[in-house]
Each structure stands twice: as structure tokens, then as C-alpha cells.
T-cell receptor, first 112, second 113 residues
Framework: AQSVTQLDSHVSVSEGTPVLLRCNYSSSYSPSLFWYVQHPNKGLQLLLK??????LVKGINGFEAEFKKSETSFHLTKPSAHMSDAAEYFC??????????FGRGTSLIVHP | DAGVTQSPTHLIKTRGQHVTLRCSPI?????VSWYQQVLGQGPQFIFQYYEKEERGRGNFPDRFSARQFPNYSSELNVNALLLGDSALYLC????????????FGEGSRLTVL
């Protein structure tokens, strides 16, 4: 069985400080992992993806994630938060099944 | 190129009614999946269609059904609506059914009164 665990339901940062959103996964197959962002009442937008190429993945809007097989993690980072980054973030796993596996989501709050 | 399009964007129904939601995938994508997102929660998987066949079904009652047409567009049908069916319904398309990124539409906001 596959699973995705987003370790924090809420993360609060000040504008200009680093962002860390944590995601751990479990999969019997070589996983493809994705981070999506969702702004209120909108669909999900892809931030970045890992598909067995480089383990350090760069995405849009300055976000990065590092795939660590030994730690079964795929944490999302950004060096400096912006007010516009405030949104819901989802870690998603695909591979080995037609059913994608979603994390529960992490709400990023950015204070001025 | 057009992204995933969903219609209608908003709709209001009353309990017991039926609703049909529509989704057009990105051109060339053969897989469509449907999700229910209740306010404050993450998307819950409902159905996955690939090459016009159902490939996956989530834990939803038989009131929920879907199909995929020869042009790969899809419909989600919900019968005998309940208040708890009020949600944002998201459609996503992808090249393949079991891997690769999902491209999401903006969703259909259903309110059941």
C-alpha cells in the first residue's frame, strides 16, 4: 500500500524567512512525487515533480524539493517566503497504481 | 493550448436531485480522474478513467458514476444528492493512467440545499 504523510497541517512563517513543508512517503514501487499548490477556490497547480531523474528538483516561484530515498522524504523548501505564497500545499505520490495518493495538505501562513 | 476545462463552474441543487459535471482534458491526454474536495480538506479520489475504461474507484457510494467518451472528455454523475455532497469537484487529466503529473481544472462548485 502507498501512503503520503504531510507532517504539519499548518506552517506559519514571516515574509522573507525560509519555508519548509515536510512530506514523507511509503511505496513498494519507484515513486513519482509531486507538490501542488492550491489557492482558495481554485484548482491545484503543479509546483514541481520528481520522476527518478535528479534528486534535487527546482520548481516554479523559487520552490525546491529534494528526494531522499533513505529517509523516504520529499520536503518542499523556499529560501524566502512571499505573501503570495500563502496557500494550501499538497504532496502527491503516483506509481504502481491508477489511484494517486494525496497528503492531507499543509496550510502555509505568511505574516507581514 | 487549452488546459483542463470543467463545466459548470458553480451550481446549486436541492436534496434528491441529480447533477452532471463535465470535464474536457488537455489535448492528447487519455486519462481523466475525478476528486471531491470538501471545504477545509484535501481532494478525495472518486474515479480514474484511462482509454475509456474505469481503472480505479474510490470509496464513494453507487450514487456516484462516471464515464469517458471517445474524445476522452468525461462526465461525473451524482444521483439523489445529499447535503454532504456539497463540495468542489475537481477533474484532472494526464498522459498515462498510472503515473505522470496530473493537470487540474478549476473545479465545479456544487452546493446542495
Amino acid at each position: 500500500a502507498q501512503s503520503v504523510t504531510q507532517l504539519d497541517s499548518h506552517v506559519s512563517v514571516s515574509e522573507g524567512t525560509p519555508v519548509l513543508l515536510r512530506c514523507n512517503y511509503s511505496s513498494s514501487y519507484s515513486p513519482s512525487l509531486f507538490w501542488y499548490v492550491q489557492h482558495p477556490n481554485k484548482g491545484l497547480q503543479l509546483l514541481l515533480k520528481y520522476t527518478s531523474a535528479a534528486t534535487l528538483v527546482k520548481g516554479i516561484n523559487g520552490f525546491e524539493a529534494e528526494f531522499k530515498k533513505s529517509e523516504t522524504s520529499f520536503h518542499l523548501t523556499k529560501p524566502s517566503a512571499h505573501m503570495s505564497d500563502a496557500a494550501e500545499y499538497f504532496c502527491v505520490l503516483r506509481g504502481g497504481s491508477y489511484i494517486p495518493t494525496f497528503g492531507r495538505g499543509t496550510s502555509l501562513i505568511v505574516h507581514p | 493550448d487549452a488546459g483542463v476545462t470543467q463545466s459548470p463552474t458553480h451550481l446549486i441543487k436541492t436534496r434528491g436531485q441529480h447533477v452532471t459535471l463535465r470535464c474536457s482534458p488537455i489535448s492528447g491526454h487519455k486519462s481523466v480522474s475525478w476528486y471531491q474536495q470538501v471545504l477545509g480538506q484535501g481532494p478525495q479520489f472518486i474515479f480514474q478513467y484511462y482509454e475509456k475504461e474505469e481503472r480505479g474507484r474510490g470509496n464513494f457510494p453507487d450514487r456516484f458514476s462516471a464515464r469517458q467518451f471517445p474524445n476522452y472528455s468525461s462526465e461525473l454523475n451524482v444521483n439523489a444528492l445529499l447535503l454532504g455532497d456539497s463540495a468542489l469537484y475537481l477533474c484532472a487529466s494526464s498522459h498515462r493512467g498510472d503515473t505522470g503529473e496530473l493537470f487540474f481544472g478549476e473545479g465545479s462548485r456544487l452546493t446542495v440545499l
